[in-house]
């Protein structure tokens, strides 16, 4: 047999870094070995965000609605497992500003 080892994944950026509770912000996670083509969920603490399009550097998500505060963002593929970032995004009420 055959093994292959697969370097895990790394997210190395989450633009924007902020977004409104209403959830629906257009967010890019960049990174190493996020997946081949085969990310299954992203996950923005607790809730799934919505999957645009991926590549094994980056994936486009439009985030779920949240409650304020600061959430970790995992990122799952069958490629290579799970990788998350800590305190990587933070969701926002009312109208304002959001940080990049």
């Known amino acids: 047999m055959i093994y292959s080892l697969r370097t895990a994944g790394l997210i190395t ?3 924007p870094q902020s977004g409104r509770t209403s959830g629906e912000t257009t967010v890019t996670i960049s990174g190493t070995n996020l997946g081949a083509l085969d990310i299954i969920s992203v996950m923005f603490g607790t ?3 919505i999957i645009k399009s991926q590549t094994a550097t980056s994936v486009i998500v439009l985030t779920p609605a949240a409650s304020t505060g600061q959430i970790t963002v995992e990122v799952q593929s069958v ?3 799970s990788t998350s970032l ?3 995004f933070s969701y926002i009420s009312g109208i304002g500003s959001v940080l990049i």
Do not use: D, I
Request: proline fraction near 0%; hydrophobic fraction near 50%; aromatic fraction near 8%.
């Open 79 to 81: 490629s290579f497992g």
């Open 13 to 15: 950026h989450v633009v």
């Open 86 to 88: 800590l305190n990587a």
């Open 47 to 49: 809730k799934e965000a």
